[in-house]
């Protein structure tokens, strides 16, 4: 593996100097920005981010403003107490995309936010306290108490956020296995912690955010 400002220099290469480059970056939002989020707003990403999952993103975006109307603008206590009939009503709304067991996902992320609320005073202190660090233990309590948030549904939905994080994407992918951090798709969880300890040494070399260095990797690839 090497030092970040040799990936660095591939990426300034690559996109025609710093200045070029700094414009493709963006920077997450602080904890305190974080904590300001209002629970809806985190529900409603999720539900996004899941009905992103296999299916053309343009598509989901372009009918949002009608889930948003469907869902009572993702009210988290509302969302969890949802009746079998009001999911079936939506199942008869051509306005949004009627998917089951994901609009079902929702009313169980709902009721997953209720629990994070009771634990940390809302949801959004828990995303904003858990450590950069540590962000795959992060990814692994969402798949294991969230609803289809594995693969990297979670990872979209905490970058979309704001929270400083890293995206598994193909490009990223391929620039850990060219470092030699991993081997393969990172599906592990031996690779995980291998892909953590790699950008935790990274922000350490470069000062530099989870965020930041997953897209330079990503513009250090040949796509």
Not at 154 to 167: N, P, T
């Given at each position: 593996?090497?030092h ?7 990426a300034?290469?690559?996109?025609g100097?710093a ?6 970056l ?6 305190a920005?974080?904590?300001?989020i209002?629970?809806d ?8 981010n ?18 948003e109307?469907?869902?009572?603008r993702?009210d ?6 949802l009746?079998?009939e009001?999911?079936?009503?939506m199942?008869?709304?051509?306005a949004?995309?009627?998917h ?20 940390h ?6 995303f ?7 962000f795959v ?6 798949k ?5 948030m594995g693969?990297?549904?979670?990872q979209?939905?905490?970058r ?15 620039a ?12 592990s ?5 291998a892909v953590q300890?790699a950008?935790?040494r990274?922000c350490?070399?470069?000062g530099r ?12 690839i040949?796509?």
């Amino acid at each position: 593996m090497r030092h970040f400002d040799e990936i660095h220099a591939v990426a300034l290469n690559r996109k025609g100097g710093a200045k070029a480059l700094e414009k493709l970056l963006r920077k997450p939002k602080s904890a305190a920005a974080l904590r300001k989020i209002p629970d809806d707003r985190w529900l409603s990403s999720m539900t996004k981010n899941v009905f992103r999952a296999g299916f053309v993103w343009r598509v989901v975006e372009h009918k949002w403003a009608e889930f948003e109307r469907v869902f009572g603008r993702f009210d988290v206590h509302g969302v969890a107490y949802l009746s079998d009939e009001a999911i079936e009503a939506m199942l008869e709304d051509p306005a949004i995309i009627r998917h089951r067991r994901k609009l079902l996902a929702a009313r169980e992320n709902a009721a997953f936010l209720l629990e994070l609320a009771a634990e940390h005073g809302s949801a959004a202190t828990y995303f904003a306290n858990f450590p950069r660090e540590e962000f795959v233990d992060l990814l692994d309590d969402l798949k294991k108490r969230a609803c289809r948030m594995g693969g990297t549904s979670a990872q979209y939905f905490l970058r979309e956020m704001g929270k400083d994080s890293f995206i598994l994407s193909r490009d990223v992918v391929a620039a850990l296995k060219r470092e030699k951090v991993i081997d393969g798709a990172a599906n592990s969880k031996r690779d995980r912690r291998a892909v953590q300890d790699a950008f935790n040494r990274w922000c350490e070399q470069s000062g530099r955010s989870l965020t930041e260095i997953s897209r330079i990797l990503a513009m250090s690839i040949e796509s």
